[in-house]
């Protein structure tokens, strides 16, 4: 018999998304208090979805003995602060992507992580789809073959509405835009299956919204396996899309293409003949569908917290992803290539925001 891990839940924007993951699964996980600045938000999602408690800040939480998980679903600009803060009293935390402002911060956290005994869970829901579950299933089969080259489309629509939100559209605290900010699911995904880039050439472009950040991009990757990638992303599509087609030696692979759930089925697996054909069914046939979405990586992540076993998405595969936006943006920057790891001698590790937008406190050149 599972005991429920007591979790509150920080911020009431996509926040609302993981009370109700939490609540499909109870044997998991009692979901105490919702906190929000804005306690009318607090209490009207509270009294919706039956949560016993309310508070206006994370410091009140971290005071709490019978609290054990902070999930923050604050924005961007505050993770940091409000991670530390969170494994400092002693708890695990979960945070929404980004996790942090740049390659240092992130180390920085690996640090105190390693020294509170606590784990910090990155989010990246994407990963849980059934679509992409079957695929990673294909490739630890070894039934793939080689990767030969990939595509990754993310064709969103954000108009003016959207940044009525103040954080929103500003590198100072949105800390980046469609690359950082909406694709990384999509190329978390690319990592997921593939692993890193090795060299990446980008291009990034402001052309959907008057805003600071971009909301256009086209990237071409090699990737440390030797395979190619090619991202496209825009906030600007009429018809909203994201869309992963992977081409291996032995088969392709094809997501459905909604926009917010492609990693989930269906996805057309196509063998080169029909005994590669057969050998994907062969795999597949014992697939075990679990929760997806945040459901899945809640549900994945609850034996971690138990201090059994890895969570489903580390803090090392947070920065294996804003590794590579920040290859993404000093490409963009520069016009030229960039090789990856990126090092802390790298003149972007202690910020990815480009030199005409950062204040004289980040970063070095
Ligand atoms: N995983 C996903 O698919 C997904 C989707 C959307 C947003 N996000 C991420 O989630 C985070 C939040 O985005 P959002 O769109 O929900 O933003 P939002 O502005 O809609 O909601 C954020 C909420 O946090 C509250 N808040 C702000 N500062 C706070 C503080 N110090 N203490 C307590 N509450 C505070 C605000 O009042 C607000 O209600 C961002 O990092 C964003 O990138 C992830």
Known sequence: MKK?????????????AHVKAYLELPERFALKVICDLDQEKAKSLAAASEVPEVCSSVGELCKRPDIEVIDLCTPPHLHFEQIQEVLHAGKHVICEKPLVASLEEA?????????????????????????????????????TGEALVSTVETAWRRRSKYYEVPWRGNWSTELGGAVLGHAIHAHDMLYYILGPAKRVFCRTATRVNPIEVEDCASASLEMRNGSLATLSVTLGSSSEITRHRFCFSGMSAESNNAPYTNSKDPWTFTGDTPGKQQEIEEALKD?????????????????????????????ADAREALELVTALYYSGETGGDVSLPITPEHPRYRSWIPAAFRSPERGRE
């Open 4 to 16: 429920p891990i007591s979790v509150a839940v920080v911020g009431c924007g996509i926040g609302r």
């Open 287 to 315: 697939f075990v569908p679990a929760p997806e979405s945040f459901a899945g990586q809640f549900y994945r992540l609850y034996d971690a917290i138990q201090g059994e076993g890895e969570p489903p998405v580390s803090l």
């Open 107 to 143: 180390d920085l956290l690996a640090e105190v992580e390693r020294g509170s005994g606590r784990r910090i869970i990155p989010i990246f829901q994407y990963r849980f789809g059934h679509g992409l579950q079957k695929l990673k299933r294909l490739r630890a089969a070894g039934v």
